[in-house]
């Protein structure tokens, strides 16, 4: 890209919606306080480890990250992984995986991971996304749960609020408003309800650059090694489907590798400030594209505000009746989900909807992002084989004398297909020649390569000669590389004589 193109991205980027962006930023920040504290208590650390940690992300990750207008900060997805090391070996160790895992999430957007993601099917993105959309709405629930009746009012007027303001005035985003509006309530008339300060207490100061006080020798390499690598695979396998639903939200393309180098960026140097790894939040992202925001200025502000705001405004935020930001959450549940696939299970493909609800139902009943979702890439994978093994034939034509048959193979010769192929030759026929044509076909991976030896053995240790013909480039490369039927004592070896 020359210099006059990178510098009107740069422009477009960050000064292309400032206002919009800087006012959905600031009603990210307000809801990433309460987040972020539950996700401490998840963690079993400080409210201000998780803080500091949404602090640091958000902000670095507006500089380095290659999806503008996503939202990463301190997250569940990272901090239930991160339990254990808390509880057997304490905080300082916690820090130490997040710069590591912050390191190897560098190393796998430099090594280009992020093409990975071709693989994961539209019934595993819907599948996460209605998952996700579940999980939001099921951590609202306590706040839900035995409070008084006047919550539930609160929370109805909030979802008004959203829903309605829009229609009178699209000058200040609705969540912003629903938050303005209602903490003015609760502190006017002084409502007995749950607020921000009920949760925890905030910092008070500054992150302060240190290093984790842990020895450093291979013992230690060997405690957080394991606690790394699970948070740097989850958390670059949720900020790239994250990245990937705001590209369609906006109709715009995203840098994924880019975006994975930002995620180490940001998490390595996180854990240098005493913050918790994360990644990048749908809930978050998903508020901060329907409050308007699209730019880098978005998850900048969202960052500094965050940091204004608890050390600065903590006296007005502690008043944010909870009702409020439960509002906003249950919002954002409801636009994730994806109610079309609900009508869909009656019209698509029903391995498509298997995969779907697999997924859903993974991610949902274990709390983890990765296993059902690569539970679903494996259903996928195998309903996809069952599909191209099912189109696969052959047949054949014998001579009028009866002394020679050309075989003809058509579709995709591989593992799930290569049983197939074996059982269509009669080996016992009294043949003096035998032609395989597989130029309607493509030879793709070890097993197809076994069973084309194979056959081919089996009808020369009857005495026929066989032509194997029509071979396209690349079906010719992995036979000559694998292959061993034109190899000395070839049908010793593989026929067991």
């Given at each position: 890209m020359n210099l006059p193109n990178l510098r009107h991205e740069l422009r477009h980027e960050w000064f292309g919606n400032v206002r919009a962006d800087m006012l959905a930023g600031i009603v990210v920040a307000l809801a990433l306080i309460p987040e972020a504290i539950a996700f401490a208590i998840i963690a079993g650390v400080d409210p201000k480890v998780a803080l500091y940690a949404s602090f640091s992300i958000a902000t670095l990750i507006a500089f380095t990250g290659g999806r503008p207008g996503?939202?990463?900060?301190?997250?569940?997805?990272?901090?239930?992984?991160?339990?254990?090391?808390?509880?057997?070996?304490?905080?300082?160790?916690?820090?130490?995986?997040?710069?590591?895992?912050?390191?190897?999430?560098?190393?796998?957007?430099?090594?280009?991971?992020?093409?990975?993601?071709?693989?994961?099917?539209?019934?595993?993105?819907?599948?996460?996304?209605?998952?996700?959309?579940?999980?939001?709405?099921?951590?609202?629930?306590?706040?839900?749960?035995?409070?008084?009746?006047?919550?539930?009012?609160?929370?109805?007027?909030?979802?008004?609020?959203?829903?309605?303001?829009?229609?009178?005035?699209?000058?200040?985003?609705?969540?912003?408003?629903?938050?303005?509006?209602?903490?003015?309530?609760?502190?006017?008339?002084?409502?007995?309800?749950?607020?921000?300060?009920?949760?925890?207490?905030l910092p008070s100061s500054l992150p302060v650059f240190l290093l984790p006080d842990i020895p450093l020798n291979f013992e230690t390499l060997q405690i957080i090694f394991p606690y790394s690598v699970g948070v740097a695979a989850v958390g670059l396998l949720e900020s790239l489907m994250t990245a990937q639903i705001v590209d369609e939200l906006t109709d715009t393309n995203s840098d994924k590798d880019r975006e994975c180098v930002g995620q180490g960026i940001s998490n390595t140097v996180t854990g240098f400030l005493g913050g918790m790894a994360g990644c990048a939040m749908i809930g978050q992202s998903i508020i901060n594209v329907k409050?308007?925001?699209?730019?880098?200025?978005?998850?900048?502000?969202?960052?500094?505000?965050?940091?204004?705001?608890?050390?600065?405004?903590?006296?007005?935020?502690?008043?944010?009746?909870?009702?409020?930001?439960?509002?906003?959450?249950?919002?954002?549940s409801i636009g994730t989900f994806s109610w079309s696939s609900i009508k869909n299970l009656r019209t698509h493909p029903r391995s498509s909807s298997i995969v779907m609800l697999a997924t859903v139902a993974l991610v949902v009943y274990t709390h983890n992002l990765a296993i059902g979702v690569m539970v679903g890439v494996l259903l996928s994978g195998i309903f996809f084989a069952g599909k191209i093994a099912q189109i696969f034939r052959v047949t054949s034509t014998v001579t009028p004398d009866g002394r020679a048959r050309m075989y003809r193979v058509e579709g995709q010769l591989f593992f799930a297909s290569a049983d197939e192929f074996s059982r269509a030759f009669d080996f016992k026929e009294a043949l003096d020649e035998v032609t395989i044509d597989v130029s309607a076909a493509h030879i793709w991976d070890i097993s197809s390569v076994a069973a084309v030896d194979m056959v081919v053995l089996k009808f020369r240790r009857e005495g026929t000669d066989v032509n194997l013909v029509g071979m396209n480039e690349a079906s010719e490369t992995i036979v000559d590389k694998l292959g061993v039927h034109d190899k000395p004592g070839a049908m010793e070896e593989m026929l067991g004589h």
């Amino acid at each position: 890209m020359n210099l006059p193109n990178l510098r009107h991205e740069l422009r477009h980027e960050w000064f292309g919606n400032v206002r919009a962006d800087m006012l959905a930023g600031i009603v990210v920040a307000l809801a990433l306080i309460p987040e972020a504290i539950a996700f401490a208590i998840i963690a079993g650390v400080d409210p201000k480890v998780a803080l500091y940690a949404s602090f640091s992300i958000a902000t670095l990750i507006a500089f380095t990250g290659g999806r503008p207008g996503m939202i990463s900060a301190a997250t569940a997805a990272t901090a239930v992984l991160m339990t254990t090391l808390v509880r057997d070996y304490g905080l300082e160790y916690l820090l130490a995986a997040t710069i590591l895992a912050g390191l190897l999430q560098i190393v796998a957007g430099f090594v280009g991971l992020a093409k990975l993601m071709r693989f994961v099917s539209r019934s595993v993105m819907t599948g996460f996304v209605n998952a996700l959309a579940i999980l939001i709405f099921m951590a609202q629930l306590p706040e839900l749960t035995n409070v008084p009746v006047l919550t539930y009012v609160l929370v109805a007027v909030g979802l008004g609020i959203i829903y309605g303001a829009p229609y009178v005035t699209k000058a200040i985003p609705s969540p912003l408003l629903c938050i303005i509006i209602l903490t003015l309530a609760s502190m006017i008339f002084g409502f007995d309800v749950r607020t921000v300060d009920d949760l925890g207490e905030l910092p008070s100061s500054l992150p302060v650059f240190l290093l984790p006080d842990i020895p450093l020798n291979f013992e230690t390499l060997q405690i957080i090694f394991p606690y790394s690598v699970g948070v740097a695979a989850v958390g670059l396998l949720e900020s790239l489907m994250t990245a990937q639903i705001v590209d369609e939200l906006t109709d715009t393309n995203s840098d994924k590798d880019r975006e994975c180098v930002g995620q180490g960026i940001s998490n390595t140097v996180t854990g240098f400030l005493g913050g918790m790894a994360g990644c990048a939040m749908i809930g978050q992202s998903i508020i901060n594209v329907k409050s308007g925001g699209r730019g880098r200025l978005s998850a900048l502000t969202a960052g500094v505000g965050l940091l204004f705001m608890i050390l600065v405004l903590n006296d007005w935020v502690k008043q944010i009746p909870m009702a409020a930001l439960v509002a906003i959450m249950i919002m954002v549940s409801i636009g994730t989900f994806s109610w079309s696939s609900i009508k869909n299970l009656r019209t698509h493909p029903r391995s498509s909807s298997i995969v779907m609800l697999a997924t859903v139902a993974l991610v949902v009943y274990t709390h983890n992002l990765a296993i059902g979702v690569m539970v679903g890439v494996l259903l996928s994978g195998i309903f996809f084989a069952g599909k191209i093994a099912q189109i696969f034939r052959v047949t054949s034509t014998v001579t009028p004398d009866g002394r020679a048959r050309m075989y003809r193979v058509e579709g995709q010769l591989f593992f799930a297909s290569a049983d197939e192929f074996s059982r269509a030759f009669d080996f016992k026929e009294a043949l003096d020649e035998v032609t395989i044509d597989v130029s309607a076909a493509h030879i793709w991976d070890i097993s197809s390569v076994a069973a084309v030896d194979m056959v081919v053995l089996k009808f020369r240790r009857e005495g026929t000669d066989v032509n194997l013909v029509g071979m396209n480039e690349a079906s010719e490369t992995i036979v000559d590389k694998l292959g061993v039927h034109d190899k000395p004592g070839a049908m010793e070896e593989m026929l067991g004589h």
